[in-house]
């Protein structure tokens, strides 16, 4: 079975599909957009963000994020 590229999965699929699907993914943009507007030297504090061990519902477990103190 394929997907289109670039089509998420964390939002279901077929009849059951996320109905917040596009609300969501609007939502993200903007926050990512103004986190990156208000702090653009925003860096990851640790090499490898650790994931959660969900197999069904995939995500980061943590997101450890710093600005360099010249920023
Ligand atoms: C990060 C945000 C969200 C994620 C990851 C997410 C994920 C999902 C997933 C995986 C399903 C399918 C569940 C299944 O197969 O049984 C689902 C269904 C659904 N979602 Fe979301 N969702 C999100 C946000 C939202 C929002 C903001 C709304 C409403 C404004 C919403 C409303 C619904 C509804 C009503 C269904 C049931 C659709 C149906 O059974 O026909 N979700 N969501």
Redesign the pocket.
């Known amino acids: 079975m394929g997907r289109r590229a670039f089509a998420p999965l ?3 699929s077929g ?7 596009a ?2 993914m609007m939502e993200a943009e903007i926050v990512f957009d103004k986190l990156m507007r208000r702090w653009p030297a925003l860096a990851l504090s640790e090499p490898r963000p650790r994931w959660n061990r969900n197999p069904v519902y995939r995500g980061l477990a943590t997101l450890q994020l710093h600005v360099p103190a010249s920023a």
Do not use: E, K
């Not at 009849?15 to 699907?21: D, M, Q, R």
């Open positions: 964390s939002f279901g009849p059951h599909v996320c109905i917040g699907a609300l969501t």
